[in-house]
T-cell receptor, first 107, second 114 residues
Framework: RKEVEQDPGPFNVPEGATVAFNCTYS??????FFWYRQDCRKEPKLLMS???SGNEDGRFTAQLNRASQYISLLIRDSKLSDSATYLC????????FGSGTKLNVKP | ETGVTQSPTHLIKTRGQQVTLRCSSQ?????VSWYQQALGQGPQFIFQ???????GRGNFPPRFSGLQFPNYSSELNVNALELDDSALYLC?????????????FGPGTRLTVL
């Protein structure tokens, strides 16, 4: 079993839709969690950090469920510019990345 | 911009050669981590340097080695290059500690091994 697992997608959604991604992790002692977005052939860029139960930044909400060992990312009112790959990252002494979930927002 | 820089941006090498990649960390950060990202995969942790010492290593062979300098910049060295080493190599800088461990990535070095 991989340390961090994500649905690879792709998720194809229309502009304005709400979309949610889940990410599961293997180490219950993990303390810090992150969502990054990565555009094609570019470096990952931080979307948000999650240290407690969740975090919200505008249209983006991350929620952490420690009991079930998953973290979710909700994107409301999707924009064309949200099209990217979303990487879930968990700090388990080392940083483990999921393989990413691809989002395509269509006009 | 994160303030993390990497050089070179692209590199082409042949099998068996050696390569050195460089990274300058963001001001105020004392930790540098290196990752390898193959096409279609998430970044894989190679190792981390904190205050010039290796501070954790992923599942990579010893021909992957590194250094961190007193100004916290870092190098990744790969010896005896193999075709499978072709990937995007990412450097990330951060500080140690909970609430400060967020990693900021440089633009990466794209290595092609022929």
């Amino acid at each position: 079993r991989k340390e961090v697992e994500q649905d690879p997608g792709p998720f194809n959604v229309p502009e304005g839709a709400t979309v949610a991604f889940n990410c599961t992790y293997s180490n219950s002692a993990s303390q810090s969690f992150f969502w990054y977005r990565q555009d094609c052939r570019k470096e990952p860029k931080l979307l948000m950090s999650v240290y407690s139960s969740g975090n919200e930044d505008g249209r983006f909400t991350a929620q952490l469920n420690r009991a079930s060992q998953y973290i979710s990312l909700l994107i409301r009112d999707s924009k064309l510019s949200d099209s990217a790959t979303y990487l879930c990252v968990v700090n388990m002494a080392k940083f483990y990345f999921g393989s990413g979930t691809k989002l395509n927002v269509k006009p | 911009e994160t303030g993390v820089t990497q050089s070179p941006t692209h590199l082409i090498k042949t099998r068996g050669q050696q390569v050195t990649l460089r990274c300058s960390s963001q001001s105020g950060h004392n930790t540098v981590s290196w990752y390898q990202q193959a096409l279609g995969q998430g970044p894989q942790f190679i190792f981390q340097y904190y205050r010039e010492e290796e501070n954790g290593r992923g599942n990579f062979p010893p021909r992957f080695s590194g250094l961190q300098f007193p100004n916290y910049s870092s190098e990744l060295n790969v010896n005896a290059l193999e075709l499978d080493d072709s990937a995007l190599y990412l450097c990330a800088s951060s500080s140690q500690g909970l609430y400060t461990d967020t990693q900021y990535f440089g633009p990466g070095t794209r290595l092609t091994v022929l």
